[in-house]
């Protein structure tokens, strides 16, 4: 099943908040290889999705999801940071981390708009708090311009992607909001200009998850994740949405 | 921007919306005529709020304007679209404003004010 691979870091990330700190920190270690393992297999499509219409066939996506877990890896760096720097509030760094990685995954694998719209959306409310971390004058500030910007950029794709449905409608396209029956859109797109709109409010307020004072401001390990972690989301969403302009 | 001027500018956004809105030959509202001038100045006086203002809860208040005007929006222009609007607006408003409360009592404890105007050591 294609989706063990965000479910298990979301289970994980829950339960993170609960247990002790040595255990979130090994549970931190082992989701990162878990989820690598499943990557892997998804890469050898050797899974299959349970619910096909919202995931797309493994392989497509499996690139940037092995590339995600290969910069998990970064979970055993953290550990040490974790045990080297006595936070307040590990468990909600350990959890949010790992939702952190659920959320992403999630948007590397999903081929709904509204489901990666709300993978988009749930990776930037999950990667907030982790920049917060350092709960300085400047962390602070960084959360705040961040969660606005990419909030109101989220909003702005919210009504892009209400566009492109009302452009359905009255187009008459029956089909599915994913990639795959978006093939039939370009009639759509001709008869209703507003598909454009829909797809350049999407790219233009894209998430600025590579923000640099944004990752500046947070721990470390977040530090090493967002910016190489950003473009790898980002980049197959991106030429997803490109191949339909 | 000052008070007086914003008022106006407000005003203005609404005159506008509710002239586009005439123009906007769109089948779904057509029972309720001002169904759409409501959604899309509620849209713009959100984004206006959020850029005008330098007081963080006015901020986040403009984003609320700004989400209830996509919710407007949604409902009203597409029926396919109603559920998938509305779990988006869940998200939207519960974690969003949830987090930017969170980060606003921060604000207020570490700044003692919360004039955004303070948060200006980081820029580009």
């Avoid at chain 1, 908040?17 to 050898?44: C, D, E, I, N």
């Avoid at chain 1, 702005?156 to 359905?168: D, E, H, P, Q, Y």
């Avoid at chain 2, 089948?27 to 984004?47: C, R």
């Amino acid at each position: 099943m294609v989706e063990l691979v965000f479910i298990t870091p979301f289970v994980t990330g829950l339960l993170a908040f609960v247990l002790p700190k040595a255990l979130s920190r090994q549970l931190l270690v082992f989701t990162g290889a878990v989820h690598l393992v499943l990557s892997l297999l998804l890469w050898k499509t050797a899974l299959r999705p349970f619910l096909p219409n919202i995931l797309p066939c493994p392989g497509r996506t499996a690139v940037s999801s092995g590339d995600l877990a290969a910069v998990f890896l970064i979970a055993i760096y953290t550990t040490g940071y974790l045990a080297a720097h006595q936070l307040k509030s590990e468990n909600v760094f350990t959890g949010f981390m790992l939702l952190f990685l659920s959320t992403m995954t999630m948007v590397t694998l999903s081929d709904h708009i509204m489901v990666l719209w709300i993978a988009i959306e749930a990776t930037t409310l999950a990667s907030a708090p982790l920049i917060f971390t350092h709960r300085s004058g400047a962390s602070l500030e960084a959360t705040w311009k961040y969660v606005l910007i990419c909030s109101v950029g989220i909003a702005m794709a919210l009504l892009g992607s209400l566009f492109l449905t009302l452009s359905m409608e009255l187009g008459g396209v029956t089909a599915a909001l994913s990639f795959p029956p978006c093939r039939l859109w370009p009639v759509t797109w001709i008869r209703h200009g507003s598909k454009r709109d829909s797809f350049l409010s999407w790219w233009d307020t894209a998430p600025r998850w590579g923000w640099p004072h944004a990752y500046l401001a947070a721990r470390c390990p977040q530090r090493s994740a967002q910016p190489g972690l950003g473009p790898v989301v980002r980049g197959p969403v991106e030429l997803r949405l490109f191949r339909h302009l | 921007m000052g008070y007086h001027a914003s008022l106006f500018s407000g005003l203005g956004l609404i005159v506008a919306a509710a002239v586009i809105s005439r123009y906007l030959n769109i089948p779904a509202i057509s029972d309720s005529a001002l169904l759409f001038p409501a959604a899309i100045s509620l849209l713009v006086t959100g984004m206006f709020l959020l850029m005008a203002r330098r007081n963080a809860i006015a901020m986040v208040i403009g984003y609320i304007m700004l989400e209830n005007g996509i919710y407007l929006t949604g409902t009203t222009f597409s029926t396919q679209a109603r559920h998938i609007v509305e779990f988006g607006i869940l998200l939207d408003v519960l974690a969003g404003v949830m987090i930017m409360a969170i980060i606003l009592q921060n604000i207020k404890q570490t700044f003692d004010d919360v004039d955004t105007s303070l948060l200006r050591t980081l820029k580009e």
